[in-house]
């Protein structure tokens, strides 16, 4: 187990650490939920840095990299979902959209086809780190920054819940589009017949 594996790694604990901050009440756990999400956010570019840094880019790193982010951010929408900051039916179009596209790379390595990283996926992973980020910020205005007498930490947190909100249908849209775009591109690896 090298560095970057390390890193990546550790975004699985880390979403659960984060989803029992956002259920908890005390004083500072959403702020604590939004500096480990940052943290979280940290690692996803700390371990390709430091695999082509050190040389250590591996199959295993690749693979686990696309994965931990898959688990963290579903996690994490899925504990959005509880407290009622988000539809359940978009976190499983989401979910579906992933399980597909992940199912598409699967039956593509197989065919000797790997699937290159589009943008409009990038874009939807940025969308969707917007997003969870602005629901939780949100979360420590409305708690840890009104309990500290803040002023106008009530108000600034609607705006930025609802810019939380805005993104997360931006990244369903992105989601949706981008899962489009690679069947169009890779669908005929699955409907086509082996020769």
């Known amino acids: 187990m090298n560095l970057p ?32 999400f940052v943290i979280a956010g940290i690692t996803d ?23 931990t982010d898959k688990i963290l951010m579903l996690g994490l929408m ?21 399980f597909m596209i992940t199912g598409l790379r ?3 390595a197989t065919k000797g086809v790997v699937m290159a ?10 969308t ?8 939780l910020l949100a979360v420590v205005f409305h708690v840890d920054l009104a309990r500290a007498g803040m002023p106008y930490s009530e108000e600034i947190g609607c705006w930025v819940e609802w810019i939380g909100r805005g993104f997360f249908w931006l990244c369903v849209a992105m989601t949706l589009y981008s899962g489009a775009k690679y069947f169009r591109k890779y669908g005929e690896l699955v409907f086509s017949n082996d020769k």
């Open 78 to 98: 899925v504990a959005l979902v509880e407290q009622g900051m988000v539809q359940i039916f978009l976190v499983l179009l989401i979910l579906g959209r992933e």
């Open 106 to 108: 699967l039956v593509a």
């Open 45 to 67: 570019w700390a371990d390709g840095y430091a695999a082509r840094k050190l040389k250590m880019v591996s199959n295993f790193g690749i693979l686990m990299d696309a994965l």
């Open 117 to 126: 990283a589009e943008s409009a996926g990038k874009q939807k992973t940025v």
């Open 5 to 36: 594996n390390i890193l990546t790694l550790s975004r699985i604990p880390l979403m659960f650490i984060i989803v029992w901050l956002m259920r908890e009440s005390f004083s500072g756990a959403a702020s604590a939920a939004f500096v480990l």
């Open 128 to 135: 969707q780190i917007i997003a969870v980020g602005g629901f």
